[in-house]
């Protein structure tokens, strides 16, 4: 017989070749936090509204980067982001899901090796659907639907990312469930 279970210890935001976050479309990322919080206990929700990207590029050329907010919580070793499109340019986003519908979109790697994480994908023959920058740190979704049915986000290591990350992490443990379910990430 056996003791009781340790659990897994985890690090938010670790890096390395394990999918720290699944992430998901809605239409309304503050109606979708609550859902999430109502119907499966997680969170609280961080919200970050209308982002504003340092550059972006669709599909390998130039875009006016698009109007988005998302909102983050912590699952055990697995963070959730919930993400509206406010604008309707084509994105990666509207790649897979429709303007109006919601679902799973991709899980995110978040790397310490951006450069050789993003070309083990391109080197498969798996297309760059958009790269971008949040303020000096760089992140891309990489067209994986055709073989695994989601993208796949790959996100650079960032110290200030690390501790939003953690942040995130640190508030879901012990929440009550009720306090403060919608919070500001920044």
């Not at 988005?68 to 699952?75: D, E, G, I, R, T």
Request: glycine fraction near 10%; proline fraction near 5%; aromatic fraction near 10%.
């Amino acid at each position: 017989m056996t003791g009781p279970a340790t659990p897994l210890a985890f690090v938010p935001g670790q890096t390395g070749p394990h999918m720290m976050q699944a992430a998901f479309i809605v239409d309304d990322v503050e109606a979708a936090a609550a859902a999430w919080t109502a119907t499966t206990g997680i969170g609280p929700f961080f919200l970050v509204p209308h982002i504003q990207l340092a550059e972006a590029h669709y599909r390998g050329q130039p875009a006016e980067p698009i109007d988005f907010s998302v909102a983050l919580a912590q699952s055990g070793g697995v963070q959730i982001e919930l993400i509206q499109q406010h604008c309707d340019r084509p994105s990666a986003y509207r790649d897979t899901i429709a303007k109006g519908a919601q679902g799973f979109h991709h899980f995110c790697v978040y790397t310490d090796d951006y450069d050789a994480t993003r070309q083990r994908y391109v080197d498969q023959g798996f297309a760059v659907a958009i790269d971008g920058k949040f303020g000096a740190m760089r992140f891309c979704y990489v067209d994986t639907s055709s073989a695994i049915g989601c993208m796949i986000e790959i996100v650079e290591q960032d110290d200030g990312q690390s501790a939003a990350f953690a942040r995130v992490a640190e508030a879901a443990q012990g929440w009550d469930g009720v306090t403060d379910p919608i919070r500001s990430l920044f």
